[in-house]
């Protein structure tokens, strides 16, 4: 009896609930969680609600997530779901006591969610269907009787009652907010001043209710009346003028495109073409007066109900008869608005010839207005983070290059701006290392800049450099070797001999000392001379693998006595010219700087790969600490280094030796280390082009 009290009461409460509330969510929330508390066997209800698809998607219920799915994630499919198919069709509560005997389910959800029993009723009213509700228990069956399910069917008559005051209420809506929407049409149509102008608020309002940005007007020639012209297309619409006629004409219909055309202006009727292969064709004639202006056409291809319905198709005919008036009116102007539009085009041309002269400048180029704004870019243009022209036009230029505040560009775009006068700059290697030449000139609404990209003009001014200075030092080398060596070795040879004299036997700790220091200078006038040497070098067919590997003992006792380690990674490369002994110093030089600029315990690894036909790559890695930019640029300048007891010989050398092997040393250093590449390039260069 006590029971019985609580049910009634909590109808009666959810029944205040409907005529106070209109809340939809709240009040089927309220109706979900009676029935769970009501039938107390079962642990999920959920109340599905019909879509435009056909589909019943999650509405309310409990509990919100289903492993690990929102309720309002489901979907409920009635072309899979036959038991849902049954329910909606019947209108009738279907009680499941064991899923295993019954086939209607959907079998995926039954396995998913382990049901055993289900209850599915529909949301009706006088065979009006509002949704679903289904209830179920994880794992276990609901055993519910006959008593539970008649409660459970009273709260989802509520359930009923409570959508269908929410519809009713919403259709009152629709009506208000369908008038609102026909007085702002006459509104801004009353306001239009051309014909352009009228058509685009009929497209707009039109593809607000019809949810199309395809829309055309397909206008009857003024004076002949009979010749019909795509006059114009939505501001939105996916194609072009040709694609358009195109992309209809392509459609399979019974009749052609322009056969509906003529068929809407001569019968004045609205032509609704719902097939599966449109989507959605609407054809509105325009009609003033009783006279055919045009037809207004909305496509939409994407359309998942395949048709509009009734209430749309009348209010888009009510847009576009509140148009034709305010198009009549317009339609003496348009003749003008034509002649317009045709010096419109011309000066548009003369515009895209203007534009593609700029375009054709394979140096970056924009223009800044007075508010430091882009307001045009090409497409050379270089901007961070890999931005487009579209990314950055109306933008601050200093938005988009925050860093470049209190430059060389800050203080000389300023002085072009203010004192209208033109620039020149440079701007040297960045990050990405880049290098800019600069001019920048005043115009009436601000500055135009271009950037010309002196990256590889800079590195041919460095290897010029570097090769003039090796030049130099080859000429000084010849000059002075000789007279530097003689009397090296003449004081030499009697530092040796006053040695073996007794009277100076208590010396030859400063006799030694003397000879390591003629011998130091010895080796640096040596690699002085090769790194002079310009002239070809004594080149051979051989195997750059088996150089390495010949030198391989050496350098892993040096890696080992210095507690670091060696990796080795040759690919199968074709023989090359080589000369043997200079190839072994080049890979000497570059493996003992990799290991000085590396901390113990730390990996140099020596590879060799084919690049491409035409280039074999010698890579040298270290996990050093990288090299800092100001030092990366002087790299390889005699007599420079870093190093303590260093000559600044080394690199110098190395790149003398690339020279002479029509070789290019490339240099990429970060945080995690710096990797040295030789290229050896040339087709000549390499014993079998072919490779891969």
Same mark, same amino acid.
């Given at each position: ?38 039938? @107390? &066997? ?137 008038? &609102? ?117 909305? @496509? ?53 010839? @203007? ?338």
């Amino acid at each position: 009896m006590l029971m019985e009290q609580t049910r009634y009461s909590r109808l009666a409460n959810i029944t205040k609930i409907i005529n106070t509330k209109l809340e939809l969510r709240e009040v089927l929330q309220r109706v979900t969680s009676a029935i769970s508390e009501e039938i @107390v &066997q079962c642990n999920s209800v959920g109340i599905y609600l019909p879509q435009k698809d056909g589909t019943f998607r999650g509405f309310a219920g409990k509990p919100e997530l289903m492993n690990g799915m929102a309720l309002d994630t489901q979907l409920i499919d009635p072309d899979i779901d036959l038991l849902a198919k049954e329910v909606i069709e019947t209108k009738k509560t279907i009680h499941i006591p064991d899923t295993s005997k019954d086939n209607r389910p959907d079998p995926k959800s039954v396995e998913a969610f382990k049901i055993k029993s289900l209850l599915v009723l529909p949301i009706s009213i006088e065979q009006e269907l509002f949704g679903l509700v289904f209830l179920f228990d994880y794992g276990t069956p609901m055993n519910l009787t006959e008593s539970e399910i008649q409660s459970v069917e009273a709260y989802v008559n509520m359930a009923a009652v409570a959508i269908q005051n929410v519809n009713n209420l919403t259709q009152k809506e629709n009506l208000i907010a369908e008038k &609102q929407l026909l007085l702002n049409v006459t509104r801004d149509l009353s306001m239009c001043s051309s014909i352009q102008e009228s058509l685009d608020k009929c497209f707009f309002y039109l593809g607000k209710i019809l949810d199309s940005k395809n829309i055309a007007a397909h206008l009857l020639e003024p004076l002949e009346k009979k010749t019909i012209r795509l006059t114009k297309l939505s501001k939105d619409c996916d194609w072009t003028e040709a694609e358009w006629s195109e992309t209809l004409n392509n459609i399979k219909m019974v009749h052609s495109y322009e056969a509906m055309i003529q068929e809407a202006i001569i019968t004045k009727n609205i032509i609704h073409i719902p097939s599966e292969d449109t989507k959605g064709l609407l054809m509105i004639p325009l009609v003033s007066m009783g006279e055919v202006l045009g037809v207004i056409t909305v @496509v939409d291809l994407v359309r998942k109900t395949h048709s509009y319905d009734e209430s749309q198709i009348q209010l888009a005919q009510s847009i576009v008869d509140a148009t034709a008036p305010t198009f009549s009116n317009l339609l003496d102007m348009d003749q003008l608005e034509n002649m317009v539009e045709e010096r419109t085009r011309e000066l548009a041309a003369a515009n895209e010839k @203007v534009t593609s002269v700029i375009e054709s400048i394979t140096d970056g180029f924009f223009a800044l207005n007075k508010e430091w704004e882009f307001i045009y870019i090409n497409k050379h243009q270089y901007l961070p983070q890999k931005k487009a022209a579209k990314d950055v036009l109306g933008k601050n230029i200093w938005e988009i290059f925050p860093k470049s505040i209190d430059t060389v560009m800050y203080k000389e775009f300023h002085r072009a701006m203010l004192e209208r006068v033109p620039v020149h700059f440079d701007i040297p290697a960045t990050s990405e290392d880049y290098c800019y030449e600069v001019v920048a000139y005043p115009y009436d609404e601000g500055i135009c800049c271009l950037f010309k990209n002196v990256t590889e003009k800079k590195k041919y001014e460095n290897e010029l450099r570097r090769f003039s200075n090796l030049e130099l030092i080859g000429q000084m080398a010849a000059g002075i070797s000789h007279e530097i060596r003689n009397p090296m070795t003449t004081v030499r040879g009697f530092l040796q001999l006053l040695k073996k004299e007794d009277e100076f036997e208590k010396h030859n700790d400063h006799f030694n000392l003397m000879i390591e220091e003629l011998d130091r200078a010895n080796a640096i006038i040596t690699e002085f001379l090769s790194m002079g040497n310009t002239r070809t070098s004594d080149l051979q067919m051989l195997d750059l693998n088996s150089i390495i590997y010949d030198i391989s003992p050496l350098i892993k006792i040096d890696t080992f006595n210095q507690n670091k380690l060696i990796q080795f990674d040759t690919k199968d490369i074709p023989e090359l010219l080589l000369n043997r002994n200079e190839i072994r110093q080049l890979v000497i030089n570059l493996y003992r700087n990799g290991l000085e600029a590396m901390s113990t315990g730390k990996v140099l690894s020596i590879s060799t790969y084919i690049e491409d036909e035409n280039c074999v790559v010698l890579a040298v890695r270290d996990q050093g600490e990288g090299i800092r930019q100001e030092i990366l640029e002087k790299l390889g300048t005699p007599f420079y280094t870093t190093k303590d007891n260093g000559t600044g010989l080394g690199l110098g050398i190395c790149y003398a030796i690339a020279a002479r092997h029509n070789a290019k040393i490339e240099i990429q250093t970060g945080l995690d280390g710096t990797t040295f590449f030789v290229k050896f390039y040339s087709k000549n260069n390499l014993n079998n082009p072919q490779i891969d």
